[in-house]
C-alpha cells in the first residue's frame, strides 16, 4: 500500500511538473498563436481518419476479446488462463497505437507541443475525471503487480466470483448468481483483495460438516476422505484433508481440497457433500438437532 502511495504521488509530482510548464508555455504567447504552433491544420479529412482509428480501436477490442475466449476453450486447458490474461495486454498495446496515431494527426509533435499538451491533459483529466483517472493508473499497475487476473477467482468487499474481463476503467466479476459485477481497479488501493487462485487453475475449496461431540469422528473422516477421492472433479495431485474444530454445540470437520478446474467450484462442492451426506445416511450418522448460530459458524 505504501509503494502505491508513493507512485501515486510521483504521478501527481510528473503532473504539477508538466502542469507548471504548459502554463508557462501558454502565458508566455497568445492563445491563438499558441494553438496555431500546437495543432496541425484540422480537415473534415483527418476529422474522419481520426473517427476511423477509434471506431477500428474498438472493433479491435472485441475482436480480441471474442477471439482469445474463442482459442482459450480450445487449447489444452493448461494455456487456457495464459491466453485469456494477455487480453489487457494486447488492449493496452491497441489504445497506445490510437493515442499516437491521433496525435499524429492533430498535433505538431515537437519537445516542447508535447509537455505542453501532456500537461494541459493531465490538469484537464484530473479536474473533470479524477476517480476515473485514478482507476486507469491503478489499472496500468495491476498489470504488473497482478492482484488479479482474468480467470482468477477473488473476492473484493462483498463480491465473489471469477474475473472474466479487464477493462481500461475496471474489472467484469462474473458471480455464482450469474450476475456480471463492474469493479473499478481503484479499489486496490483501499479495499482488500482475496484471490483464491492467483493464476492457478485450481482453488482450493472449503467444505464444512456438522455434527455432535459423541459422532464417530474416525468415520466421518474416513467418509470425507473418500467422498472427495472419489468424486471426479477432484484434482488428485493436489492434497486432500480434513480437518476437526470443537465449538460448544458439536465438531465442526473441514474437508480442503481442489476442483481440477476453479471454474467448477460449486459443482464439485455440491457433488462432495452429495456423496459424504449420502455415506453418512448409509451409516446412520445424524446431524446434530440443534442449529448453531450463524456467527458461530465459518464459511471457509
Known sequence: MIKQRLVVLEVASFGVTLLSQSLVLAQSEEPEEFSEKILTEITLGKVLYGIFAILIAYGSFYIIQS??????????????LIIKQ???FWKGLILLITIAYLLNLFVRLSETNVVAVTGTVAVALGFAFKDYVSSIIAGAIALFEAPYRVGDRVRIEDHYGEVVGYGLRGIQVKTPDDNLVTIPHNKTWTEPISNANSGELE???????????TVDFEKVIKILYQAAYSSRYTQLKLPIAVFMEEKFWGTQFKLRSYPIDARDEFVYKTD???????AFAYENISYPKMTPPAEMMDEH
Open 86 to 88: 494477455s487480453i489487457p
Open 203 to 213: 482453488a482450493q475449496v472449503a467444505t464444512n460438516f456438522y455434527f455432535s461431540h
Open 272 to 278: 462432495v457433500i452429495r456423496r459424504a451426506k449420502a
Open 67 to 80: 477471439l482469445a475466449n474463442w482459442i482459450s476453450e480450445r487449447v489444452p486447458r493448461r494455456f487456457r
